[in-house]
């Protein structure tokens, strides 16, 4: 691109009047730009006001002087058009210090889109070079920017943090585009019946005969087998269907790993609730899942308010859950401490695991591009969750007729509630 140098009014650089203490810029880096400005001229000229005083282009400057310029072209702040008169104050504020990222990104996207309205063949290294940057910072900041009205990109500390959320969102919206094309002979329509959200049916019956869409979450809490109804704890799990035994879980295990690619997946995750008891018996059947890695460390549900030992005079008191997260092919949202402190709430369900723990996990993994399956969904909790998180699809599958329809009238009141709140809005 060929200098600009003859298409401006020139001043003498000596004339330039510099009120250094109401400039943000106290000391002046020209690194890089005086050999541009030697190999291809000044793209823009400095901005001054009438009466000779600079209001942009301290940069500019001060690498032409240095490179032994007496004069320099220069632009009246009177002869700028509205467009140009914008982007000069928007190319000022940009430098403050006490800019959010988020206001450095809009300012960053704004400055593009009007050098771009007056030239088609701006680009965003003509940008860059005019905000004295590089093309991957304004490239950054420019993607970010379209995604602000994101709450929850909006709500990031950094521009890097803000970067890893979009980034992991449109790999998800990929593979969740590619799944979509590939699965679409199979698909079901669309429907927000509360029978069909949660269904008073067996999981066992259900997975070897699936052959509809599949999910890209999974929550399972399976009986873990150790005989919770005849401990110390037990008073309500005797009625439940699914009985606490080794041989249930084991039965429930297998029919999960055996039919699991006719409902899961190629990029999904699972949330795996499990006892220390039976780690290495659930291990055994997990890891046969193709494809799926599970994290060396567990999620922890910390609930020290209602913890229990078998032996109070040997044993120390039990105050968590564990739950494994494994990951086929897919990023999480955001990073999340993998502990959360909550009390336990047994009113609707035994075995509940409590809505705000389980938002707060699934709020790493679930999102508007969320499909969900609960096995055995109890409470319907999970399902709940999910769905505030935004997730477009849930499927859970509780036998007992009574946990079932307690968990489809709170999940009803739940969507009825999220209706209402859009709506005042």
């Known amino acids: 691109m060929p200098a600009v140098t003859n298409e401006f009014d020139k001043l003498p650089i000596d004339s330039i009047v510099i009120e250094r203490t109401r400039r943000q810029r106290k000391a002046v880096d020209t690194t890089g730009l005086e050999d541009s400005i030697k190999a291809y001229g000044l793209f823009h000229p400095i901005i001054v006001r009438p009466d000779g005083v600079l209001v942009a282009g301290e940069r500019r400057l001060t690498a032409c002087k240095n490179l032994g310029w007496t004069d ?44 771009s309205e007056g030239d088609p063949e701006w680009n965003q290294t003509s ?60 698909e079901e329509p669309k429907t927000d019946l509360i029978e069909d959200s949660i269904r008073n049916s067996s999981f066992l019956d259900w997975a070897p005969d699936y052959d509809g869409p599949k999910f890209n979450f999974i929550h399972c809490d399976f009986p873990y087998g150790i005989g919770v109804a005849d401990g110390p704890v037990g008073r309500g799990f ?26 899961f997946d190629m990029s999904g995750h699972i949330m795996f609730w499990y006892s220390d008891k039976n780690h290495s018996e659930v291990m055994s059947y997990l890891n046969r899942v193709p ?52 009390p336990t709430d047994t009113s609707m369900h035994p075995s509940t695991k409590p809505e705000a723990m389980l938002n707060y996990f699934m709020s790493m993994l679930v999102d508007t591009h969320t499909t969900m399956l609960d096995p055995t969904c109890g409470s319907g909790s999970s399902l709940r969750a999910a769905e505030s998180l935004g997730a477009t699809r849930v499927l859970g599958f509780e036998i007992d007729p009574n946990y079932c329809e307690g968990a489809r009238r709170q999940l009803r009141e739940a969507r009825r509630m999220r209706a209402v709140k859009v709506t005042t809005i």
Not at 75 to 82: A, R
Not at 99 to 114: M, N, S
Request: proline share 4%; charged share 25%.
């Open 72 to 115: 320099i072209p220069i632009q009246y702040t009177t002869d700028l058009t509205p467009r140009e008169y914008r982007i000069v104050e928007l190319e000022e504020n940009i430098k403050r210090k006490d800019l959010t990222w988020q206001e450095i990104a809009q300012a960053t996207y704004e400055i593009h889109q009007l050098y």
């Open 127 to 186: 940008t860059a070079k005019s905000l004295s940057t590089v093309r991957t910072v304004v490239s950054n900041h420019i993607k970010i920017a379209e995604h602000l009205n994101d709450s929850r990109v909006a709500e990031c500390k950094t521009l890097t943090e803000a970067l890893t959320l979009v980034e992991r969102t449109e790999s998800r919206k990929r593979s969740n585009d590619f799944l979509f094309v590939r699965n679409r002979p199979l």
């Open 238 to 263: 005797e009625h439940t269907f699914y009985k606490d035994s080794p041989e249930a879980a084991n039965q429930l295990l297998e029919c999960f790993v055996t039919n699991i690619n006719k409902f």
């Open 291 to 342: 494809g799926v890695f599970w994290l060396p460390h567990p999620l922890i549900w910390y609930h020290a308010e209602s913890g229990i030992t078998p032996d109070y005079r040997r044993r120390p008191k039990h105050v968590y859950d564990t739950c494994m997260l494994g990951m086929r092919d897919r990023y999480i949202l955001k990073v999340q401490s993998d502990v959360f402190a909550c």
